[in-house]
Every structure is written in structure tokens, then in C-alpha cells.
């Protein structure tokens, strides 16, 4: 699940913004430290300012422009120098910086196990602070599925992956193939299996009207429609897909019924133990949100959960309120989510590469979560992740140029801490980056 808050993490992979002026890490990277040269241009000496601000010798304030500063504040900068450290080594220095106009610049950041490929902009005017960083790509130095497979091993928690043929195939990479775990937002994608079932046998239309009938909390921005606006399936699977909308998603179940959804979920092999019944968003929010709603709902069996379900007041708690739950230590992520190994996502995924769903993977297509230099490899790139406190997936399917389908899944789930997106989403670009020959 997503809230406002991880929801622009997920989004981009890592944190960041998707404004023209923030941080956005995307990938994975190589290693060996050059001196900087010392700053002659605007750009050169701003370069080496970020330097000294990456490696905390320096107030942000005095290097940043406030337009900047505004989107991303000097505690996200340190905490996500921090993640980053944590994925790719100590942060080293600006080890080139190549001009392409007067007031950006291509730069290529150093850490101790990886080199950061961005581009850096500056203010026109003196004193020329820096009002763009984006960070796009990282190669690692020597890396190997080996290195991969032991990092993933140690992350605190638990975790699983799967990189490979959706037509079951061999894997190039497996970790707990056929380990459940909750899967935050990712379990969209059988809402969205579930949509294109209804329109291709003549239940609903991609079309057609519906208006809005319930409401849910954020991500998303369908929460401050009115109700009874009139909104077609295809907008609603395109909000839920595209910026992972609850009330969109919400919509859409109420629409195809629980029963539906379910189906799919049980077709592709869905843990049926703990994450039956299938809850809407706003459920899922409203039940962790309280203590003893939660407690009780995780110790509850399947029948009593439907009952707790069916007696849920219409009216939930605050936003606030909410948002104030999920701020903090996970909440119940064994006990209330959306629980489902790789090889029940590689099942939903091979259905949604029948021909008959071409629509279903256009919207999916919508949201690639990948930098353009590691999506070119592809012939198509669809993405779903989630999140919530201890909860982390990140799901791609792909299509090569001989139009063979494949996945890539990470997930990692900590019930007790939350966990790391700089370090997952790291890792998931470090796999794509791999050479492939011989495997897919």
C-alpha cells in the first residue's frame, strides 16, 4: 500500500521528486576516486559546493537554490545521502563535470563501490545556486548475480526475487520463489487482471461511465473528487496504475465485485491464508489505523474477517489520523496485506500477455519506472510497485526484442523496522544493468 509519502518514493524508485528541479537516484554503480579539479566556471565551483554539501561540510542553504529547497529540505538531502551510501559506499566526491550550455552540466558523482551519472543545473544569475540534481543511472565496479544474490541476502527481513521467463521457464535469478510476501500497491495488478477479464467477456466496457461511489485515503487524487462524478473503467485503471490512486482502485473492486478479484487472486496461486478477504484500500487503512481494529483483524479467520469487513463504519477515521499511522514503525505487515510469491505474480503477469489484454498492458506501460538508457534494451516496460512501513515490491514486466515476455519482482518485507527504497530499488537496476546473454 502506498501512502502520500512513500507513494513519491515508489514512484520514482528511490526518494526524489519528478518536478524540474530535485534528487532522483534511480540505479546502481563503479568505484576509484579521482582529485577534483579545482573550480574555475559557475559550474565547476558549484560542483565542488555539492560535494562539500553530499559529505556534510557545508550548509545546503548556502550552495542550494530555495526552489530547490522547497521540494527537497536539507534533512531529505542527508537522508538520502545516507540511503545511497548505504547502497553504493561512502559518498566520495564530484569526479567530473562536463558542460552542455552556459547553466547545466552533465556530472558524474563517486562512491566507494559506485559511479552516479546525472546532470546538474544552475541558477542564470550570480551567485549561480544550484536549482536542478538529478541523478539518473549507477554502474558498480566488478559487479555479478553473485554480488547481487549476497546483498540481497542481507538485507534485515526477509526477502524474495525473480528475474526471469513468465512462461515459467528458467530463472536467471530466484530468491524464495515461492515465498509470500506482502506486496503493498503491486496487488493492483490483479485488480487490473481482474478489469480486463470483465471487459473482454462483455461485463463492462473500458468506456463506460461510473460514477464514483466510494472514497479511500491517499495516494492518489480521486479522494477529493465528488461523489457521483462521472469517471470511465479505463481513467480509473489508469489513475491506480499511474499514480496508484486508492479511491480509483477501491472504485474499480466495488465495480467487479470482491468475488472477482479474488478469483484472480486464487487462479495465480495468492496466499489465501492471511490476505483473504481481499481488502479494498480503504479497509486496509481503516483497520491498520486502529489498535484494536488491527489486532483483532490479524487474529481473526477468514470468516470473522468478512464479518469485521461487512460491520466497518462508512465513516473512517481523519486523513491525518491515518497519515499519522503509517509515519512511523510498520504496522501488522504479516497479518493485514496483500501476501503473494513471484511465481504468483509471474502467473498474473503471463495472464495480462494474452493478446486479449492489450489494453490492460498499455496502462500498464504508463508508468515504466525506468531510466531511459536501461529501458531501451526493451522492446516494452511495465512497472507496479508498493509500499508501506516494512513493505517494499517492485515489479516489472518485460518484453526483448525477439518479444519474449519476462518479470522482474524484488520484494523485501522487515515487520519490524522499515525498510530502505534507495536500497531495493539499487539493487533491482544493478539486475537490469547485468549482461544477459546465455540466460533470457
Known amino acids: 500500500m502506498m501512502t502520500r509519502g512513500t507513494r513519491t518514493l515508489l514512484s520514482v524508485l528511490l526518494i526524489g521528486l519528478s518536478g524540474p528541479v530535485g534528487i532522483l537516484p534511480l540505479g546502481p554503480a563503479a568505484a576509484t576516486v579521482q582529485a577534483e579539479a579545482a573550480p574555475r566556471s559557475p559550474l565547476e565551483r558549484r560542483a565542488s559546493d555539492v560535494s562539500a554539501v553530499l559529505r556534510g561540510q557545508r550548509p545546503?542553504?548556502?550552495?542550494f537554490a530555495p526552489v530547490f529547497l522547497a521540494q527537497v529540505s536539507e534533512a531529505q538531502l542527508k537522508r538520502l545521502v545516507q540511503q545511497l551510501e548505504g547502497a553504493h559506499g561512502a559518498f566520495i566526491g564530484i569526479d567530473s563535470v562536463t558542460p552542455n550550455g552556459a547553466h547545466s552540466a552533465a556530472v558524474t558523482l563517486r562512491f566507494a563501490r559506485a559511479t552516479g551519472h546525472g546532470v546538474m543545473s544552475i541558477e542564470p544569475a550570480e551567485p549561480h545556486r544550484v536549482n536542478g540534481l538529478l541523478v539518473q543511472r549507477f554502474q558498480t565496479a566488478n559487479d555479478s548475480l553473485d554480488a547481487?544474490?549476497?546483498e540481497l541476502d542481507a538485507l534485515p527481513g526477509r526477502v524474495n526475487a525473480w528475474f526471469g521467463p513468465v512462461d515459467g521457464g528458467v530463472a536467471w535469478l530466484e530468491v524464495g520463489a515461492d515465498r509470500p510476501l506482502a506486496l503493498g500497491s503491486t496487488f493492483k495488478l490483479f485488480v487490473l487482471a481482474a478489469t480486463a477479464r470483465a471487459v473482454d467477456e462483455g461485463r463492462h466496457r473500458w468506456d463506460e461511465v461510473v460514477p464514483l461511489s466510494v472514497r479511500s485515503y491517499p495516494?492518489?487524487?480521486m479522494q477529493d473528487w465528488p461523489q457521483g462524478a462521472p469517471v470511465t473503467v479505463q481513467s480509473l485503471a489508469t489513475l491506480m496504475l499511474q499514480i496508484s490512486d486508492n479511491t480509483?482502485?477501491?472504485?474499480?473492486?466495488?465495480l467487479l465485485g470482491r468475488e472477482a478479484v479474488?478469483?484472480?487472486?486464487?487462479?495465480?496461486?495468492?496466499?489465501?491464508?492471511?490476505?483473504?478477504?481481499?481488502?479494498?484500500?480503504r479497509e486496509f487503512f481503516v483497520l491498520k489505523a486502529d489498535p484494536r481494529l488491527r489486532a483483532r483483524y490479524a487474529s481473526a479467520a477468514e470468516a470473522e474477517r468478512r464479518g469485521m469487513l461487512e460491520a466497518l463504519p462508512r465513516s473512517g477515521p481523519a486523513a491525518s489520523t491515518v497519515a499519522a499511522a503509517f509515519s512511523g514503525a510498520p504496522l501488522?505487515?504479516?497479518?493485514?496485506?496483500?501476501?503473494?510469491?513471484?511465481?504468483?505474480?509471474?502467473?498474473i503477469l503471463k495472464t495480462l500477455t494474452e493478446p486479449r489484454f492489450a489494453t490492460a498492458r498499455a496502462l500498464l506501460a504508463a508508468n515504466?519506472?525506468?531510466?531511459?538508457?536501461?529501458?531501451?534494451?526493451?522492446?516494452y516496460v511495465g512497472f507496479k510497485g508498493g509500499s508501506e512501513p516494512g513493505v517494499l515490491n517492485l515489479t516489472w514486466l518485460l518484453q526483448d526484442r525477439e518479444q519474449r515476455?519476462?518479470?522482474?519482482?524484488l520484494g523485501w518485507n522487515n515487520p519490524d523496522a522499515p525498510v530502505d527504497p534507495v536500497r531495493l530499488g539499487a539493487l533491482a537496476q544493478r539486475i537490469l544493468a547485468l549482461p544477459r546473454q546465455g540466460h533470457l
Do not use: C, K, Y
Not at 60 to 63: I, P, S, Y
Not at 368 to 379: D, F, P
Open 60 to 63: 545546503a542553504a548556502e550552495v
Open 148 to 150: 547481487v544474490r549476497t
Open 219 to 221: 495516494s492518489g487524487v
Open 248 to 254: 480509483a482502485t477501491d472504485q474499480l473492486i466495488a
Open 262 to 281: 479474488e478469483r484472480e487472486w486464487r487462479d495465480a496461486g495468492g496466499d489465501g491464508g492471511r490476505s483473504l478477504p481481499f481488502l479494498m484500500t
Open 332 to 347: 501488522a505487515p504479516d497479518a493485514i496485506e496483500w501476501h503473494a510469491s513471484p511465481q504468483s505474480l509471474r502467473r
Open 368 to 379: 515504466r519506472n525506468m531510466t531511459e538508457e536501461a529501458a531501451a534494451g526493451w522492446r
Open 405 to 409: 515476455w519476462h518479470m522482474l519482482t
